[in-house]
């Protein structure tokens, strides 16, 4: 999967974006101890800062990372831990249905649709400003594997920039730190000969994706 050095840059500026604030959370909390105030709220706020990194970290090595599972390539597992340990600081519930799970058995989803369909539970979130539900499905077909994540909620809405990066052919001069995790999972699509596919009625927005049988 060929890439270029400002998708590089942008990916690794999100990350950064998305790690400082948990970091600058857990120096408020030391520096609040160093003071001589290493009281039970400082403490609370460096270990629940401390948590939430660790949690971010391990998504991000598991949709971003090479292999990315905690002993070799990421399993359907693994990546439902680290998408729920995500969801426990998002306002939207996460809904891991079963026939997703099902869908796993056997290595059916292979890493790169297991990568792409963390980096579309991201999405998903930032659909639901005012909270809802995101709901993960799965089906096996003849022709594949179908993947879809809806996320319903009040006022759910796709935002241009989120749309322009899940343009197939979207041009890398035009992608910024918030569209460039949209613009990875569309590229993973495409690299397994599938396309991410986005419909956005009332207030729903519908991701869904097949991936070709081998």
Known sequence: MDTDVRVTQLLCSRLCHDLVGAVSAINT????????????EALDLVNKSAD????????????????????????LEEARELVHGWYLDAKPVLTWTPEMTAAGDGGTLKVPAIKMLMLITLIAEECLARGGHVEVHAVDMDEGVGVAVRAVGEDAKLSEDLYAGLNPNCASDTLTVRNVFAHWAQRIAQSQGSVLEVETTGNEVRFATLFPSN
């Open 29 to 40: 909390g030391i520096e609040f101890m160093t003071d001589g105030d290493a009281n039970s």
């Open 52 to 75: 939430r990194i660790s949690r971010r970290l391990g998504f991000f090595r598991g949709a971003l990372g090479f292999g990315g599972g905690r002993q070799g390539p990421l399993s």
